[in-house]
Nanobody, 124 residues
Framework: QVRLVESGGGLVQVGGSLRLSCAAS????????MGWFRQTPGMEREFVAA????????NYADSVKGRFTISRDNAKNTAYLQMNSLKPEDTAVYYC?????????????????WGQGTQVSVSS
């Protein structure tokens, strides 16, 4: 079965950086778009970023453009989210997502599989 395992979350000060990783297994990684969502208590899960199968195309939420960078390494079956200039409002549980197809996505309806989530906390 498909498994997505996130790592790299933690506590960081305002302005700091973190890199999240998502290790995938269970089906051919390079056939599917990958992405990241985040969720805070009482709120819906929101889109953060997505990347195409080749890595040549990306989408970002307006709130993270210019600060976050999504990437993937198909040889390692791993997707990444580099987060710079972190703000308190970035505090959330971050979820890795694998799409249903090769196409970029911005909504959870296009997601086939989810990771278990990793907590990111930004202190002011």
């Amino acid at each position: 079965q498909v498994r997505l395992v996130e790592s790299g979350g933690g506590l960081v000060q305002v302005g700091g950086s973190l890199r999240l990783s998502c290790a995938a297994s269970g089906r051919t990684f390079s056939n599917y778009a990958m992405g990241w969502f985040r969720q805070t208590p009482g709120m819906e899960r929101e889109f953060v970023a997505a990347i195409s199968v080749s890595g040549g195309s990306t989408n970002y939420a307006d709130s993270v453009k210019g600060r976050f960078t999504i990437s993937r390494d198909n040889a390692k079956n791993t997707a990444y989210l580099q987060m710079n200039s972190l703000k308190p409002e970035d505090t959330a549980v971050y979820y890795c997502a694998q799409g249903k197809t090769q196409w970029l996505f911005t909504t959870s309806r296009a997601v086939d599989y989810w990771g278990q989530g990793t907590q990111v906390s930004v202190s002011s």
